[in-house]
């Protein structure tokens, strides 16, 4: 089934999908012209100042926290095992290669 099979037609009202053609929707505030946008600016702004807050926040936490501290210690050990771990592999594979590579000459 393509992605066309499946489309609805609708529109985007309140941040929710609506079924239907934006004519459909004659009684509502968009339809009127009724949607205050500088409330709805205002609004987004207010959460994104906040989002933005939050994120500089956490980011003195971390950094200045010994809780902070520990856990990008603990993350980075992890990155470091993660990284050892796929070397080692990519080694072992490597030389597997090599070896059946060297097997087929003999033959």
Same mark, same amino acid.
């Given at each position: 089934? /393509?992605?066309?099979?499946?489309?609805?037609?609708?529109?985007?009202?309140?941040?929710?999908?609506?079924? *239907?053609?934006?004519?459909?929707?004659?009684?509502?505030? /968009?339809?009127?012209?009724?949607?205050?946008?500088?409330?709805?600016?205002?609004?987004?702004?207010?959460?994104? /100042?906040?989002?933005? *807050?939050?994120?500089?926040?956490?980011?003195?936490?971390?950094?200045?926290?010994?809780?902070?501290?520990?856990?990008?210690?603990?993350?980075?050990?992890?990155?470091?095992?993660?990284?050892?771990?796929?070397?080692?592999?990519?080694?072992?594979?490597?030389?597997? /290669?090599?070896?059946?590579?060297?097997?087929?000459?003999?033959?």
């Amino acid at each position: 089934m /393509s992605s066309e099979d499946s489309y609805e037609e609708g529109y985007f009202l309140n941040g929710r999908w609506v079924k *239907g053609k934006l004519s459909d929707a004659a009684g509502s505030d /968009s339809a009127r012209g009724g949607v205050d946008f500088g409330a709805r600016i205002a609004a987004v702004r207010a959460d994104v /100042s906040r989002v933005l *807050g939050d994120v500089l926040t956490l980011g003195k936490d971390i950094l200045e926290t010994e809780d902070g501290r520990q856990h990008i210690e603990s993350q980075m050990k992890k990155v470091g095992d993660d990284i050892s771990v796929t070397l080692s592999n990519l080694g072992n594979e490597a030389a597997k /290669s090599f070896e059946d590579a060297l097997e087929k000459i003999k033959r």
